[in-house]
């Protein structure tokens, strides 16, 4: 078992540009969340899923979409990317009923 | 006011030392309570749960009092591969599993 991966591991954008972050999970867990880490501010929840085909906003989803075509995947877009966006992602799936959480390794993108 | 509050240290302890990290939360409806560890540059990991009659597990201890909506962590006898950043993550009563962390506190365990 993989667990969660995600692709890329770093990118630099330039402002304006876009991009689609990638999460995938081999453990056939029905949720899935996006997150962005910043200093001094903790995880804060950007979309998630509760199952396929399935999204719905979180915390702070303003400049993203994302979209879970398949229950494995579930992808993080940046239509045009701003400095604001400049930040470490991770991506988390869990399996309801269970408590524990796993997350990806992470995605650091720096918007210049 | 932040829903999860933790001091964000550094907390600076010799090896062998006991250090408790604590952590406040605003949401009474809260139903579960949890403490993850994260390294430098990595992803958080679940460390332990914490439930209402305290649990250990080795050299960690959690608690939770409801009433006070304060969770805290003990680590016993600080090894220097402790040396990460804590943090203290609470699930509320939504239907889709939302965890709300804290900004962690951060220990580092010199020799």
């Known amino acids: 078992n993989a667990g969660v991966t995600q692709t890329p591991k770093f990118r630099v954008l330039k402002t304006g540009q876009s991009m689609t972050l990638l999460c995938a999970q081999d453990m056939n867990h029905e949720y899935m969340y996006w997150y962005r880490q910043d200093p001094g501010m903790g995880l804060r929840l950007i979309h998630y899923?509760?199952?396929?085909?399935?999204?719905a906003k979180g915390e702070v989803p303003d400049g993203y979409n994302v979209s879970r075509l398949k229950k494995q995947n579930f992808l993080l877009g940046l239509e045009s990317a701003a400095p604001s966006q400049t930040s470490v992602y991770f991506c988390?799936?869990?399996?309801?009923?269970?408590?524990?959480?796993?997350f990806g390794p992470g995605t650091r993108l720096l918007v210049l | 006011r932040k829903e999860v509050e933790q001091d964000p240290g550094p907390f600076n302890v010799p090896e062998g030392a006991t250090v408790a990290f604590n952590c406040t939360y605003s949401?009474?409806?809260?139903?579960?309570f949890f403490w993850y560890r994260q390294d430098c540059r990595k992803e958080p990991k679940l460390l332990m749960s914490v439930y209402s009659s305290g649990n250990e597990d080795g050299r960690f201890t959690a608690q939770l009092n409801r009433a006070s909506q304060y969770i805290s962590l003990l680590i016993r006898d600080s090894k220097l591969s402790d040396s990460a950043t804590y943090l203290c993550v609470v699930r509320g009563n939504t239907g889709f599993q939302k965890l709300v962390f804290g900004t962690g506190t951060r220990l580092l365990v010199s020799p």
């Open positions: 988390a799936s869990i399996q309801g009923g269970v408590e524990t959480q796993y």
């Open positions: 899923s509760v199952g396929e085909g399935t999204t």
């Open positions: 949401n009474s409806a809260s139903q579960s």
